[in-house]
Structure formats: structure tokens, C-alpha cells
């Protein structure tokens, strides 16, 4: 019998337990061991009934993805989901934690369905670039109806218990013990002689094609722009339609040729990788499990400017009591009213409603002076980027704050060795980079000085996950990864403007591959002023030998700091973020380009594209080699979570290996030949690309 999945009986109602942690992935022992099982209660003279449920923490949370880069081996999900049909027992899914994909898919393939109230399920293999594979479009839409069906299937989104019961996905909710819930449940079905619900028969009155020919637009339409550029969500729409026109055999057999495509696509195989590359994100190769957390139950920020007032929100939307502190009354006031704009803001868009606005606002307390800060376990300094300025919070911070207390900086690029430092206790000191707005931003920066102490950085990259953050660890040097792996893209992106491309040529380029937004757009929106005062505060340790960025600087000189000034590399309407080219820059460069001597020249969209993009490559490869990120996937989740890049190309590392390092290499070579030193390779490029070797692989 299969250790997979457990079979003991209650009264006559079989109870099978799927037992496959962590999430009960439906693997091939999983998929046996239910077929066995099932037949094996179907046969069973003593039994009436079926109850089917997970172990540990959840009802199986889909397929296994780690089998999908192998052959499918029998039975196919499908197989088994379409075999409880023949089943003559009724079977009752019971359902907790989250019933996901192909666990969502056994359980319509299960004849009814009860869930705990905190149980969650949904469809969400469209953000691994497939779809439901195991007849989740023919039966959901028949299940819970074509509209919740394609609500489920092209967003991705799970939905909680109750919203499931209202689309009849549930037929039941179960307070309290859920496996006795769920054979009380069975054994009414069998007193009741209730009828199964074989999900494969048609519902009557779903409709044809044509009748839902405006929702199938709707999602559509939904689709391309939530999920810019990706294929399966329209794949999985095609099967639906399939579903409203065609018997179910032949509408299955369609579905399965389209999923099989999917699965083995290009853009699935990224997604898959972005899945893996987030959660092996947040293993630090030398601090284990065993090292545990500080406790954190209150928190403090230094500064209420637009970073600091991004930190408490996500802090107080995550639970905890923090402490806001500014140099003035006037100052903190101000904050404090931000603060509740950014929750008024919540309330109108219905992510909140007013009492939780009041209940989060009220775990916000605002203060002059460090004092309020002894007795915080965390404080994250959110203040100027001024190296002088830092150390010198940090030092009176040390006097002030607790022993054991965390003490965190929110610097983009600074030497938080330096920082920490400054204190009597670097141990403690650790680097937590938000990326703005700090509430919404998932990505977490967690930086980690040479003197920090192992449990200080668990405690770092435990708040990113109670945070609902993707916490990537770095190590120190400037600009750590995120910011030091964008600036060559960005730099290059100024050199091509001053060379003769327009910025929208290059944001074009760039938002071509899938890019929310081109870098001159957003150096825009984020101001041109901030780089420029870092390049000035580090213009003394300027190599001479590498391009300088003198349109950056000349544009920030005339006052053209981006969206707040009304014009950048764009202009801008009042009030209005739509960028609108401007022939003035232009000008600019071209009388920059006259007095650096630069040759301005046509140049193609695929210099602008390799030139962008393999300049932040090759960055990365350095990053690598200097073991500032612990793996290449790392740089990855920080340009999936922080810079937008689309996650169906996985990420620049990912992408890299995709066009092939050697390739790559040359190109790097070639531009460092022709425009200098910021180009030189990196030595880690030239190995794997000599050995044939991957960032990723
Ligand atoms: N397959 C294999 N491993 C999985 C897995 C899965 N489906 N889901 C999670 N894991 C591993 C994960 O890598 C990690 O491992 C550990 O479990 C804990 O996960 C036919 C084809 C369930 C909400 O897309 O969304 O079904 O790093 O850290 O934050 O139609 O995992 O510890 O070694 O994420 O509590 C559809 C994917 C599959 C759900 C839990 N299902 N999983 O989140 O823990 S395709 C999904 C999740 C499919 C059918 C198709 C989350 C979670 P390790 P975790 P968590």
C-alpha cells in the first residue's frame, strides 16, 4: 500500500490522508497511492463512503512542479481526477490551508467538498505559465460557473472559504475538527442518499461561446494587461471556449495538447525558475533553521519623510506597534497626516475599510527625539542619504536603544560597515533597503555587514516574510545588488541619448521586452536629483579611466529632476505622470555630446537592447564573482521584485543564460573595446563562458 496516502476507516466512512510534506505536492507516489486507495475503499464492504484530506499543513497545494522538467509518468493527474468519477461511493474532499491547481482540480474530481474557514483555493498555474492541466477548464466552469470559473483560472487569484462556498466550489464550511466535520458530512450524504456530483457532466445552462463572447473579451483584455506578454492565460481561455462547444472527452483532449505546450514553453520554464529562485531567495547558505529570530514586537523608524512613512505602513499593516520619530513637531505632524492620506487612499480603493484604518493608524505612534525609541526591538533609520548624517544616528542610537534591539539602516548604496561602526555594537546593525513606496514594493534588501550577527540577519529576513516581502540577502559594497546591478543599465541608457537615440526609443526598447517602464521614465519618476547628488558626494573616488555620466549631470544642473521639476528626459503636464518627449533634450545632448567629444550616429535597436541589458549582465556576473549575492537567482528575484523585469524571462541572470554566456561575453568584449573601461568583463562571464557553463544552471 502507498505510504503517500493513509487509509484507516471511521464507522463506515474511509478516511484517505494524503501525507506528501510540505504541501502534499501531487507527485507520483501521491497519485498512485490515491488511485490504490480509492479503489481500494470502492471495494471495501464495510465502507459507504469516502473522505479525502492532506496532512500537516494543507490540502495538496497542486501538482509537483519539480517533476515537470521530467516525462509525465502514469497515471496522469488527469487519469486520477477522471477516475473518481467511476467511483460509485460518494467522496467528500475536506480541504484546509490551500487547495491549489491540480489540489483544487482532485477535489472537483471529489463528488462534494468541505472546508475549513481559513481554507483557501484557487488556480494559479497561469503564473507559472500553464494552466489547470487536469480538466480544471471543463469542470470549474461547471462547477462554480463560466464567470468565477475564468475569474480563477486567467487571474490566478485564490479565493478564501466563503467566497468559495458562494461559487458552489463548497458545498460546506467546517468550524472546528475538519476531519470530523467532513465524515459527519459523508455519512448525511449516505443517509440522505444524495446523488454524486460528477463535476465532467454538463451544467445545464452554461451557455455557448457566443452567449459569453463579451466576459471571454473581458478576460482577454485582463489578461494582456496583468499579464503583459504571457501566452497561457489565452491558452487557457481557448480550453474554456473548447468546454462550451465540445463533449467533455474531446474538449480534454484538446486541453491536454495545449497544456503540454505551455509546460514545455520557454515562458513556463522561466516562470517555474522565478518560482524556485524566490524561495531558495530566502536559505542563507550559513545561517540555518536552527538559528533563530530575535523576537520582534515593536518597531521604530527614524525619519517620516517618503521612504520612512513607506516603512511604518507596511510595519503597522503587518500587525506591529511602531514608533515614527523626526526632529520637530511640525515635522512629525506632517508625517503622521501623510500616513493617514496613504490609509484614506486604502479606504477609497476598498482594500480596507474604515475601522481597520483606525485600528492600523492606531498601532502608529509619532515622536520627537530618540528617546521614544528604547524600548523598540527594531529600528529601521529611514533619513537623508548622507553618509555623516547616518553615522551619527546611528551613534546616538546606541545610546538610546535596548540591548538586543536590531538596529537597521534603509541606505540604498551606503558602507553600512561604516555605519555599524559607529556604534558600539556593529553586531546588531544590519542593512534593510525598501524600495519605494516601501508598503507596496514586495522586494526587501536585507544587507548584511561583515560584523552582523547571524541571528540579526534571520531576524532581517523573518520580517521580510512576516511583512509579505521576498527578503534577498547582500552583502556590502556599493549600491549592494539591486541598485548596483541597475545603474550600468542606466548609465548606458544616458551614453546611448548623449550617442543619439531619443529616450523613447530606448524606454521603447527596454519596455519591448517586457519592462513596466523604460529607465529614462523612471529615473523620471524616481528623480534624476537623487543619482545625481550620490555621483557628486562620490565624484572624489571617480576612476578618470570610465565614462562619466555628463548628460545625467548637465539635465540635474538646468533643474530637470524628472516628474517633480515637470520635465526630465521628458516633460510633463501639471499633476500628470504621462511622459511627453522634448526636443530641448535633445538639444542638451547634443551639446554635451559636441563638448565630450562624442560621435552621435544612428543606432539600432538592438545596440540599445544589449548595450542596456548586458551591461547590467556583466554587472551582475561581478556581483556574483565578489560574492556579494550567494547565487545568481537572488540578483534575479531583486530584478523581478524591484525592477519589474517580466517574470516570464526569469530574470537578467536567467535571460543571460538563455542568449548563452558566450554570446554574451563577445558582445561585452566588443563594447568594452570600443567604449572603455566600464565595460571590462567580468572574470566569472569569461570563465562560464569558455566552459560553457550558466549563471543558473
Ligand atoms: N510543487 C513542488 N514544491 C512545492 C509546490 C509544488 N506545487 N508548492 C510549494 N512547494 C515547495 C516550495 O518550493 C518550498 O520548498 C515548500 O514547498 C514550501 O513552499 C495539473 C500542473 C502552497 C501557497 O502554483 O503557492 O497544479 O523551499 O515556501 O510561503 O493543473 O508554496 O522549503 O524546499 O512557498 O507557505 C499549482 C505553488 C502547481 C502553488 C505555500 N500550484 N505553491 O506557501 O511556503 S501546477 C501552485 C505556493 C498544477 C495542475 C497544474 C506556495 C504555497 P522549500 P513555500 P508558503
Known amino acids: 500500500m502507498s505510504d503517500a496516502v493513509g487509509y484507516d476507516t471511521e464507522g463506515r466512512i474511509a478516511v484517505l490522508t494524503i501525507d506528501n510534506p510540505p504541501v502534499n505536492a501531487l507527485g507520483i507516489a501521491v497519485r498512485e497511492g490515491i488511485v490504490a486507495q480509492m479503489d481500494r475503499a470502492a471495494a471495501d464492504a464495510d ?84 494552466f489547470p492541466g487536469a480538466a480544471g477548464t471543463q469542470r470549474l466552469p461547471r462547477v462554480a460557473g463560466l464567470d468565477h470559473a475564468l475569474e480563477l483560472i486567467v487571474l490566478g487569484k485564490p479565493i478564501d472559504a466563503a467566497r468559495a462556498k458562494d461559487y458552489g466550489i463548497v458545498d460546506g464550511i467546517i468550524e472546528g475538527d475538519l476531519r470530523a466535520g467532513a465524515v459527519a458530512f459523508a455519512s448525511t450524504v449516505v443517509a440522505d442518499g444524495t446523488p454524486r456530483k460528477i463535476s465532467s457532466e454538463p451544467r445545464a445552462g452554461i451557455g455557448t461561446p457566443e452567449d459569453h463572447a463579451e466576459n471571454i473579451e473581458k478576460y482577454r483584455d ?84 517618503t521612504m520612512g512613512r513607506g516603512i511604518v505602513v507596511s510595519l503597522a499593516d503587518s500587525g506591529f506597534p511602531v514608533t515614527v520619530v523626526e526632529t520637530s513637531q511640525e515635522a512629525i505632524d506632517t508625517g503622521l497626516a501623510e500616513i493617514g492620506k496613504t490609509y484614506d487612499a486604502m479606504v477609497q480603493r476598498g482594500r480596507i475599510d ?24 527594531l529600528v529601521i533609520e529611514a533619513a537623508f542619504e548622507d553618509l555623516n548624517v547616518k553615522k551619527e544616528i546611528f551613534a546616538k542610537l546606541d545610546g538610546v536603544a535596548k540591548p538586543g534591539a536590531v538596529l537597521a539602516t534603509n541606505t540604498s548604496y551606503m558602507d553600512i560597515d561604516a555605519i555599524a561602526a559607529a556604534t558600539s555594537r556593529p553586531g546588531d546593525v544590519i542593512g534593510l533597503h525598501y524600495f519605494v513606496p516601501a508598503n507596496a514594493m514586495r522586494l526587501l534588501e536585507v544587507v548584511r555587514p561583515a560584523k552582523a550577527a547571524p541571528d540579526a540577519i534571520a531576524t532581517g529576513m523573518a520580517l521580510a516574510k512576516k511583512t509579505g516581502k521576498v527578503g534577498v540577502l547582500a552583502r556590502v559594497c556599493h549600491g549592494f545588488i539591486a541598485n548596483r546591478s541597475r545603474l550600468p543599465l542606466v548609465r548606458e541608457a544616458t551614453f546611448l541619448v548623449e550617442e543619439g537615440a531619443s529616450p523613447a526609443r530606448i524606454d521603447a526598447v527596454l519596455t519591448g521586452l517586457g519592462m513596466p517602464m523604460g529607465p529614462l521614465a523612471v529615473s523620471d519618476l524616481s528623480g534624476l536629483d537623487v543619482s545625481w547628488r550620490m555621483r557628486l558626494s562620490l565624484a572624489d573616488q571617480h576612476d578618470p579611466e570610465v565614462r562619466y555620466m555628463h548628460l ?127 565595460w571590462a568583463p567580468s572574470a566569472l562571464l569569461a570563465r562560464l563562458a569558455e566552459e560553457g557553463g550558466s549563471f543558473t544552471g
Not at 621 to 632: F, H, S, T, V
Open 354 to 377: 474604515a475601522a481597520e484604518k483606525d485600528a492600523r493608524m492606531a498601532r502608529i505612534t509619532g515622536a520627537v527625539g530618540f528617546d521614544a525609541l528604547a524600548d523598540a526591538d
Open 552 to 678: 545625467a549631470d548637465r539635465m540635474c544642473e538646468l533643474g530637470r529632476f524628472g516628474i517633480k521639476a515637470g520635465k526630465g528626459w521628458y516633460t510633463y503636464e501639471e499633476g500628470s505622470r504621462r511622459p511627453t518627449p522634448d526636443p530641448e533634450t535633445e538639444a542638451i545632448a547634443i551639446e554635451v555630446a559636441k563638448e565630450q567629444g562624442t560621435a552621435r550616429r544612428d543606432i539600432s535597436d538592438d545596440e540599445i537592447r544589449e548595450r542596456c541589458l548586458y551591461a547590467a549582465i556583466n554587472e551582475g556576473a561581478k556581483i556574483l564573482e565578489e560574492g556579494i549575492a550567494a547565487r545568481a537567482s537572488d540578483i534575479d528575484v531583486m530584478w523581478l521584485h524591484g525592477f519589474g523585469y517580466p517574470r516570464w524571462r526569469g530574470g537578467i541572470m536567467y535571460t543571460a543564460d538563455e542568449i548563452g554566456l558566450a554570446e554574451i561575453h563577445d558582445r561585452v568584449c566588443a563594447f568594452h573595446a570600443e567604449h572603455g573601461k566600464q
Open 222 to 305: 485582463l489578461a494582456n494587461r496583468r499579464m503583459r506578454g504571457q501566452d497561457s492565460p489565452h491558452q487557457a481561455l481557448d480550453s474554456v471556449v473548447d468546454g462550451l462547444k465540445m463533449p467533455y472527452d474531446e474538449a480534454v483532449a484538446a486541453d491536454r495538447k495545449r497544456f503540454e505546450a505551455c509546460k514545455n514553453s520557454d515562458q513556463s520554464k522561466a516562470l517555474r525558475y522565478a518560482f524556485f529562485a524566490e524561495r531558495d531567495a530566502s536559505k542563507i547558505p550559513d545561517i540555518g533553521k536552527e538559528v533563530a529570530p530575535r523576537d520582534i514586537a515593536s518597531a521604530g523608524v527614524i525619519g517620516a519623510g
Open 47 to 130: 465502507v459507504d463512503a469516502i473522505v479525502l484530506l492532506g496532512a500537516g499543513r494543507t490540502f495538496p497545494a497542486g501538482a509537483d512542479i519539480r517533476e515537470f522538467d521530467q516525462p509525465t509518468r502514469e497515471p496522469h493527474l488527469i487519469a486520477v481526477v477522471d477516475h473518481l468519477d467511476t467511483i460509485e461511493k460518494p467522496i467528500v474532499a475536506a480541504i484546509h490551508g490551500t487547495a491549489l491547481g491540480g489540489g483544487l482540480e482532485l477535489a472537483l474530481g471529489c463528488h462534494f467538498r468541505v472546508a475549513s474557514p481559513t481554507a483557501r483555493m484557487g488556480t494559479p498555474e497561469v503564473n507559472l505559465g500553464i
